[in-house]
């Protein structure tokens, strides 16, 4: 018997009832719309990393158990992928552990490191995940809002400085980010970690979009500005880089004491996860360059198709330097309010998107942005644009 007087959810989770993904991708289905919204690619990844995968399974490695940081091949090739990407030197057996998606490991972190009280600084709109995570492990989410400017979502440092508080306990930064697609620049994150040092605080960093960089953004990692590595737990994931977000294999690099505390919540979470993918996942992160940049080259192409549709289509377009992810403003189309939007979207047009709204705390700061992901085959890319355009 459960007494009615109270409600069931939590008080820390019921702000957070169904994601905006159930209902737009519930409405996709019903009106077989093309589903822009939630971002999963329409094709699996290579099939090397596929087939060594089943390899694992048949051959039995990673079919039990397998050890708590992860296994020792993909802790080594996380570790590699930092050397050889960033020049950043991780030692595999106590600076690296493998996580069920990016997804724990940002939980992880947040359980880890907040206490009840302090407050987390996220930059607006945030990951949903976050806003949750922060709530769980009773902490306060203080959100800098990233606005547009000349034709990007831009930080701005002096609202990030005033942000911070004696009550500030860490700074969680997501860059490429999603879903504006900002990479923040050399001197924005120089400053974020100036900051970050003067102030004593931690960083959390989510570099899920980590080869997802186009024209002239560079992803430069935060821990490899000075004074940062011992301060940054940087996360990252297989899921978005090798078209496998099934399989959520994720990770974490960072300095021994911060990932003792990091792991110390993560065995309670899922102790372990994904055994034969990580064995897969350790020859992924070891595949040449040439698939790295084949992979952001099809993106950035699809990109530009999708961008291009979208402006031809009388949408206000914010061109993406990362991720698979493009934000719109529709307000030159003669509406202000997003969510309304998306939910008339797959009736009069055929395609389902995402109101940013729901990324906000600030909601009206997001009303008119609306976001359309790209990493979906060029025939749906090109599908969705005619009909699209259609709206006008
Ligand atoms: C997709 C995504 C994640 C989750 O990654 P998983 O590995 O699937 O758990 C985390 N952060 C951002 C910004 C994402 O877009």
């Known amino acids: 018997m459960t007494s009615s007087a109270r409600p069931l959810l939590n008080r820390r989770l019921a702000e957070f009832g169904t994601t905006i993904f159930a209902e737009m991708s519930a409405l996709a289905v019903r009106t077989g719309a093309i589903n822009l919204g939630q971002g999963f690619p329409d094709t699996d990844g290579p099939e090397e990393v596929r087939e060594a995968a089943v390899r694992a399974v048949r051959d039995g490695r990673g079919n039990q158990y397998p050890p708590g940081p992860g296994v020792p091949e993909l802790r080594t090739a996380i570790a590699a992928h930092q050397r050889h990407w960033y020049g950043l030197s991780y030692d595999p057996d106590t600076e690296v552990l493998v996580t069920a998606g990016a997804t724990e490991a940002i939980a992880a972190a947040l359980l880890a490191l907040v206490e009840p009280g302090d407050e987390v600084i996220a930059l607006e709109p945030y990951y949903d995940s976050y806003a949750a995570c922060v709530a769980l492990a009773g902490g306060t989410r203080v959100p800098v809002t990233l606005r547009p400017h000349e034709g990007k979502f831009r930080l701005d440092l002096d609202e990030l400085r005033d942000a911070v508080t004696d009550r500030t306990r860490l700074l969680l930064i997501n860059t490429p980010h999603n879903p504006t697609g900002t990479v923040l620049t050399r001197a924005e994150l120089a400053a974020v970690a100036e900051l970050a040092v003067a102030r004593d605080l931690l960083v959390v960093t989510d570099e899920v979009y980590e080869h997802l960089v186009y024209d ?144 906000y705390d600030h909601r009206e700061a997001g009303a008119p942005f609306v976001r359309f992901a790209f990493c979906k085959r060029t025939a749906v890319l090109a599908d969705a644009v005619r009909r699209l355009k259609a709206l006008g």
């Open 216 to 359: 002239d953004a560079e992803h430069i990692p935060l821990a490899s500005f000075p004074g940062m590595r011992e301060r940054t737990v940087t996360i990252s994931s297989s899921g978005k880089t090798f078209s496998l977000t099934g399989w959520k294999v994720g990770w974490i690099t960072a300095a021994p004491a911060l990932l003792t505390a990091v792991r110390s919540a993560k065995q309670y979470l899922t102790y372990v996860s994904a055994g034969p993918f990580q064995y897969a996942i350790a020859e992924a992160l070891a595949l040449p360059d040439r698939y790295f940049t084949a992979f952001r080259d099809d993106l950035r192409a699809k990109r530009d198709l999708l961008a291009t549709g979208l402006a031809e289509a009388g949408f206000g377009v914010h061109r993406p330097t990362g991720t698979y992810f493009v934000t719109t403003d529709i307000r030159p189309l003669g509406h202000t309010d997003g969510v309304a939007f998306c939910r008339a979207l797959p009736e009069r047009a055929g395609v389902v998107a995402v109101p940013n709204a729901v990324f």
